[in-house]
């Protein structure tokens, strides 16, 4: 995956006459931040193959290779899961789905990755009952940052990315994950860093006769699933709107 | 002379009458007499046993199966709560969620036990919302379908590892509920064959549209069909159609998803685009 700029001389010497911004600082972040939220996308939801781009304007494709992403992984896995939960049930089945996937060692962690609506009724699911306030309490916290179910250990981290539909499919916003991390390893390929950066030479520099600077950031990354079967996903209904 | 006469026999006449009613009443009175005495002798007898009665030491009554339907009744009462609990918006508040026990009458025959088959390594089916918002749970229990088998598939260089879980039962109830259960056919069904041919990665899109579709009402399901075009959906139940529907909206969904993943190998072909535009200027 790549992401690149190109600024002529005379852009980027309009731009230092004004200098009233970090424009260029600025456009490289808005990059990087474009950069990684593709690299996300892929990661989670990435179909692995190889897929044919042609540049517009271009006569002919060029290949490029696609990374599996953890939620196409665990499917072709056929990782434990569970469809269709409603509030009424969403306990009885986390913990069903938690036992049955219990492969890590006593006190292990799992994670467990959803929008934030899940996470909180998740916790609510074991809190809200036993909470009691007194007359002089200022807050009402609700959220659980740890659960400890039996030997297991679930840490949630909320990814709010989910919800975004230009981003994944609508149903990823009603979908909790629960991941064995230790499982999953990003790789990329030998030599390669997963993000590199760079600019070129502008014209007259290091014998460059190119006319303009391009600021490139290039991100290689794909994923190793050693054990899907110890990650399982539930699918919600009329949790999250 | 002769009125004389008949005053005479007249009189005589009364006089007799007056002697008969005079029996008649002296009958019912020793009648009634011994009536009396009947009862008095009754009320003796009663009295005698009151008495009696009275006379005996104190026994407690027994409260536990006092009548005979009483664990019957404590039953009801137990259902009745549980299913108030689980009242869609109360059931989350509940401490636990509680299903009722199975009884011999959900018995299928012996012999007659259904197994479902899913191809996932392991499968959970709670419950799910029916188009008038009611929630269906499981009748007795979470059913879960358990790892059975795994297989190697191999296609071309590729090599996949399939799963199998399955779940057996012998309770009417619960084959009617996965029967009924919008996934039935997409993530479980009762044919093994069809499921292990089941392509795995296109029933993650019919969940999806299952999900959707179960909470339509038949009438949006009719237009459905018939924007579908499926072929004579009039003469078809809502039931039927959700089905036949499902593959049509998988594949919207297949194609929502592509066209998302497209989008990341697109922009770095934009990128070419924005750069030889800048160059033109």
Known sequence: MERDKRWTRREMQKFQNLGTTNYFELDKKEQLDLLLQDLFISLWNGERGEANVRVPGASVDYKAMTMGGIFPLMVAAGCANSSGVTSATLKEVFEALAFQTDYKAEGGVRFIMAQNVLLYELSKVWKEAGVRYSPDSRIGDLNLYEYKIGDMRFVPVAIELFKELSCFPADFKNRIFVLDLDTLTPVCMTGYQPIETGETNMKGQGGSILDFKEWWIQGMLSLKFNNPLSSFYIDTTGIAS | ?281
Not at chain 2, 41 to 63: G, M, R
Not at chain 2, 67 to 83: G, K, M, T
Not at chain 2, 88 to 109: C, I, Q, T, Y
Request: charged residues 30%; aromatic residues 8%.
């Open chain 2, 1 to 281: 002379m002769s009125e004389k006469v008949k005053d005479a026999s007249a009189l005589k006449q009364n006089e007799k009458n007056l002697g008969d009613v005079d029996v008649k009443t002296k009958r019912e009175l020793y009648e009634k007499n011994q009536e009396l005495k009947v009862r008095e002798d009754e009320i003796a007898t009663l009295k005698a046993e009151l008495e009696f009665f009275k006379n005996q030491p104190a026994v407690p009554v027994p409260t536990t199966n006092a009548a005979p339907d009483l664990s019957l009744v404590d039953q009801l009462r137990n259902q009745v709560e549980i299913l108030s609990r689980q009242v869609m918006g109360l059931a989350p508040n509940a401490s636990k969620l509680m299903f009722r026990e199975p009884n011999v009458h959900d018995l299928v025959p012996e012999g007659e036990e259904i197994t479902f088959t899913s191809r996932s390594v392991l499968y959970v089916v709670a419950s799910y919302r029916d188009h008038r918002g009611i929630e269906k749970l499981p009748p007795h229990k979470l059913i879960i379908f358990q790892y059975a088998a795994s297989d190697i598939r191999k296609e071309g260089r590729e090599e996949q590892v399939v799963n199998f879980s399955q779940y057996t039962t012998n309770l009417k109830t619960e084959i009617e509920f996965l029967r009924s259960h919008p996934y039935y056919g997409i993530t479980f069904g009762e044919n093994t064959t069809e499921m292990v041919n089941e392509d795995i990665n296109e029933s993650r899109y019919k969940i999806t549209a299952a999900t959707q579709l179960s909470t339509m009402p038949p009438e949006v399901i009719f237009d459905r069909a018939k924007d579908y075009k499926i072929p004579n959906f009039r003469s078809k139940s809502a039931e039927q159609l959700r089905h036949l529907i499902v593959s049509e909206m998988a594949k919207e969904f297949k194609a929502e998803n592509k066209r998302q993943l497209d989008d990341i190998i697109r922009r770095q072909a934009l990128r070419h685009l924005v750069n030889n535009d800048k160059d033109n200027q």
